[in-house]
């Protein structure tokens, strides 16, 4: 990361202080919603120790000469709510668990760059804080590990979103080149639901294909790291208590807690993989991962083709164009919950691609027609 600029600091610090009003807005919610009260509590006081962030950086702000305006939860923040109600506040729960890694590393990168002392340190001392609420959250969501080093598939929501979003644009822009070479209504409704089964066949099978390979890069990572321990045991030791130091241990009780580990070699090949590669077990099997992104994109592409089921002629494309551009921006938006990117924008931006894609096809098929 390069050494960010003193007069765009404060822009990065506003957005810190934004971020921490939205998780703790969003530890409400799920505390709200959580059954069990060991667990609720915990959600609680995640909330009530990120409202003493929001503090830390309105501090950093004002010492700065910058007033921040009156925080409300974002738009992207809202979704995320949304997401939480609609499919389990467990999932809501794991998007935070990415949240705090990211949150984590930026900070760890903040206190290296910003130039205010102040903000750096501010930066530091929330970085332990941070990866604190990565490690409760990951326990009370049985993952292992630093969740700010995994490396694992992208998950239902994700695989759902992004199917969503390829199912819809290609579709459209299929539906808007045919349109454009002024073809009869049945074959305009035709080309849409052949587009729509060769999306969904496509990308359901690149999601199968590529979570597989994943999973074989993986299985070949953790044989090499097997390899490893039976041929270079005392350096494998070595590299192990190195890494319990960087979690805070001690020297003298990372060599001892090296040694009683590397006794057992299958808890040693599973503590090495975990927290040297960031490997952790597969949560979600190649087939399903092609399932959940071939039926997303289904509905992504459907939605396009919907309007020329129960209408014709002017009514049927206007409101095919309608309801695709809004789907745009819904879905530019929900990608936000995992770019991190503002939420507006994020929809903004898509829906500029559904209109250039909207232009683009329909000037190509008007084309193609005067051509042929």
Same mark, same amino acid.
Do not use: C
């Given at each position: ?39 609720a ?10 409202d003493q ?38 999932l ?13 590393k ?31 959250l990951g326990?009370?969501?049985g ?11 992208? &998950?239902f929501?994700?695989?759902?979103v ?68 039976h =041929? ?18 001690g020297?003298d ?8 580990v ?24 190649? =087939?399903?991962? &092609? ?20 209408l ?6 206007? =409101? ?5 551009? =809004? ?23 898509m ?22």
């Amino acid at each position: 990361m390069q050494r960010d600029g003193q007069s765009h600091q404060p822009e990065l610090w506003l957005e810190h202080w934004r971020d921490e009003g939205d998780a703790a807005f969003l530890y409400r919610r799920i505390a709200a919603a959580e059954t069990d009260p060991t667990r609720a509590k915990v959600f609680a006081n995640l909330a009530r120790v990120e409202d003493q962030h929001v503090t830390r950086w309105e501090q950093v702000l004002r010492s700065a000469g910058v007033a921040p305006p009156p925080l409300r939860p974002s738009l992207r923040a809202r979704i995320m709510a949304l997401v939480g109600r609609l499919l389990g506040w467990r999932l809501l729960a794991s998007i935070l668990l990415a949240e705090e890694g990211r949150e984590t590393k930026g900070y760890l990168r903040g206190a290296l760059h910003y130039d205010d002392p102040n903000a750096s340190r501010t930066a530091a001392e929330l970085a332990k804080e941070s990866a604190q609420h990565a490690m409760q959250l990951g326990e009370l969501l049985g993952v292992s590990g630093e969740p700010w080093h995994r490396i694992e598939s992208g &998950g239902f929501l994700r695989n759902a979103v992004y199917g969503f979003n390829d199912g819809l644009t290609a579709n459209f822009g299929l539906v808007m080149g045919v349109l454009g070479a002024s073809i009869p209504h049945h074959i305009v409704l035709v080309s849409g639901a052949a587009g729509l089964i060769a999306d969904a066949l496509s990308m359901g099978s690149s999601g199968f294909l590529a979570a597989k390979s994943e999973r074989e890069v993986y299985t070949h990572e953790i044989a090499v790291e097997r390899e490893e321990l039976h =041929l270079m045991p005392d350096l494998e030791e070595a590299e192990l208590a190195l890494l319990y130091q960087t979690r805070g241990m001690g020297s003298d009780a990372a060599r001892r807690a090296a040694k009683e580990v590397m006794a057992n070699p299958e808890h040693a090949l599973q503590e090495k993989t975990q927290l040297e590669l960031g490997i952790g077990q597969a949560s979600m099997s190649p =087939l399903r991962e &092609g399932w959940i992104t071939g039926l997303a994109t289904a509905v992504g592409a459907f939605i396009p083709v919907f309007p020329y089921i129960v209408l014709r002629g002017m009514p049927a494309i206007w =409101l095919s164009f309608a309801i695709s551009m =809004l789907s745009h921006f819904g879905v530019g938006a929900a990608r936000s919950v995992f770019t991190g990117r503002n939420a507006f924008r994020s929809g903004l931006d898509m829906f500029v691609v559904g209109l250039g894609i909207a232009v683009i096809g329909y000037l190509v098929g008007e084309w193609i027609s005067h051509t042929l």
